[in-house]
């Protein structure tokens, strides 16, 4: 079923294997995540990320505890994220 993986698998660093240096980690983000039905990869803080502004650092992982007003302003203060 389309739902049950995210829509953004295809540009997603995380998932395909370039962010994690353990692939064990990056397993169990997909498990929990990417692959795991709509409630929880639309609850992924990289994708939320991704929503609000059009993409996601490199930083911010699908649990991140930040919020996403967090996560922009850390963005901007990085100079990843010109608005
Ligand atoms: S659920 Fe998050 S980490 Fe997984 S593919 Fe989607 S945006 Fe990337």
């Given at each position: 079923?389309?739902?049950?993986?995210?829509?953004?698998?295809?540009?997603?660093?995380?998932?395909?294997?370039?962010?994690l240096?353990?692939?064990?980690?990056?397993?169990?983000?997909?498990?929990?995540?990417?692959?795991?039905?709509?409630?929880?990869?639309?609850?992924?803080m990289?994708?939320?990320?991704?929503?609000?502004?059009?993409?996601?650092?490199?930083?911010?992982?699908?649990?991140s505890?930040?919020?996403?007003?967090?996560i922009?302003?850390?963005?901007?203060?990085?100079?990843?994220?010109?608005?």
């Amino acid at each position: 079923m389309e739902s049950e993986i995210c829509s953004k698998v295809g540009k997603c660093p995380l998932f395909n294997g370039h962010l994690l240096k353990r692939s064990g980690s990056e397993e169990s983000y997909k498990n929990l995540f990417c692959r795991a039905g709509k409630e929880k990869w639309s609850s992924c803080m990289r994708y939320q990320t991704s929503e609000k502004v059009g993409m996601c650092a490199d930083w911010i992982l699908p649990n991140s505890s930040l919020t996403i007003e967090q996560i922009v302003q850390k963005m901007k203060e990085k100079g990843e994220l010109v608005v």
